[in-house]
């Protein structure tokens, strides 16, 4: 689901991920992909985070947001406004980034 507590969760493992990397001279980029009811996170005026977002990705310019862009499409085919938090990028889908991701050696964890 796209609780407030699951965000939270999420911003604190990217978080912990970028400041131990900082911390120990290692360089890493995150992105953080939303689909589902996931998407609320990156949501402009629905997202529970949005000042902490802005926060991080201030903080840490490695840090990129990623919406599933059929995510987007459907609920806008339902009706619903969608508009992204400043920085996001839409893909195609969150299956089709997380994929091309991994294929540059990118490491995925759900959460």
Do not use: F
């Not at 978080?15 to 402009?44: C, F, Q, S, W, Y």
Request: proline share 2%; glycine share 12%; charged share 25%.
């Amino acid at each position: 689901g796209g609780s407030a507590q699951q965000g939270r969760v999420v911003l604190d493992r990217a978080e912990g991920l970028l400041e131990t990397a900082g911390a120990e001279g290692r360089r890493v980029a995150v992105e953080i992909v939303a689909n589902g009811d996931g998407l609320d996170l990156l949501r402009e005026g629905v997202s529970a985070h949005a000042a902490r977002i802005a926060q991080l990705r201030a903080a840490h310019p490695n840090l990129a947001l990623v919406a599933c862009g059929q995510t987007a499409q459907r609920l806008r085919d339902g009706g619903v406004d969608v508009k992204l938090l400043p920085g996001t990028r839409t893909a195609t889908s969150a299956l089709d980034e997380i994929v091309t991701r991994m294929q540059q050696g990118w490491a995925y964890t759900k959460i």
